[in-house]
């Protein structure tokens, strides 16, 4: 077992990333129903929480079965950040998450996610704000450093210890990177192997197979993993890695039936969440990705995206599993996308 404060976590867990406008409640849900052990929200933006945007407080949601979950919090000044950490710590989650990582240029100019890695002294502070608002355990989530000259993870790691974090998550990238290049673990072995270093140490960036999981926590000696993009569209992502890493066995991949009734409770957890109609047309970024590996990928699209209700579209997930119940999807390794600067992360 693994212990977070007063969270329990099984032996080396998986973590799925918190990603804006991803992880939701409905996809949390079945990411937690396919083996993740600990789950994030999207970032929330201290600004937007104290001055009440509603998409903002939308964000603290969590449902009971969630748990454990933790809440994403970003922004570059203490005192929003002391404000909102006490409005997440009414809210109830397992844990409060700070985002010292995201590299949009928007954010990173006020100083907030990424922009902190240059200056450390003010990671710190908005740290200590919140470690002092909340009764919660708070986390950090982080990147290797600013840029190749400053990767500064190894005392940055130090020092949110001291300023009192209960465990600390680092995508191997740079800001400068975005999402470049391969991630690079080194550095994140680094921080776990340090004698000084007592908290957890997740390792985060480009795991897609469960060998690659395997190989990364042997090699890298992390306490956990975190998991992102492999897991838009295939929460299995967990439960393969899970399997593989206690048995050394590859699970096979997930039957057609498997696919669409994962796809089937997402657009229920989606109802229920955003309501009939704001449900219906997010769940439609959604479907192609559960399905994917199908034939006839261009005529299913345009079937799911004009579908205008509930009734309609468990109509058309029936229709789908009556025609391809039998059909085999090869497995194959998850493809990462690239992010870049103007998309949203
Ligand atoms: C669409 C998207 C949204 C993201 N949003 C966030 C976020 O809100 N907070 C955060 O800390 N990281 C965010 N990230 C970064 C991921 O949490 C993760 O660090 C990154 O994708 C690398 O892990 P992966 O290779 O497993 O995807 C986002 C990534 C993606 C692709």
Redesign the pocket.
Known sequence: MMQIDQIQLPDFPLLL???????DPPFRTVCRENGADLL?T??ISSQALIHKAISARQKLDILESERPVGI?L?GGDEESMSLAAKIIDATSPDLLDI?F??PVKGIVSRGAGAGVLKDVQLMIRLTEACVKATRLPVTV?TRLGWDEQTKNIEEVAERLQDAGIKALTI?G?TRSQL?KGE?DWSLIAKVKNNPRIHIPIFG?????TPQKALEYKNRYGVDGI?????A?GYPWIFREVKHHIQTGELLPPPTVAERVDVCREHLRGLLAWKGPVNGIYEMRGHYMKYLKGLPNPKELRSELVQLRTGEAAEAALNSILERYHDYEIPAAPIE??N?HEN???
């Open positions: 990333a918190p990603m804006e406008d991803v992880t994030f999207e970032f994403q970003f985002n990582g995201c989530k995508h990238r999402y991630a985060n960036g480009d795991i897609n975190m998991i992102g993009r492999a838009i990462l996308i992010y998309c949203a992360l």
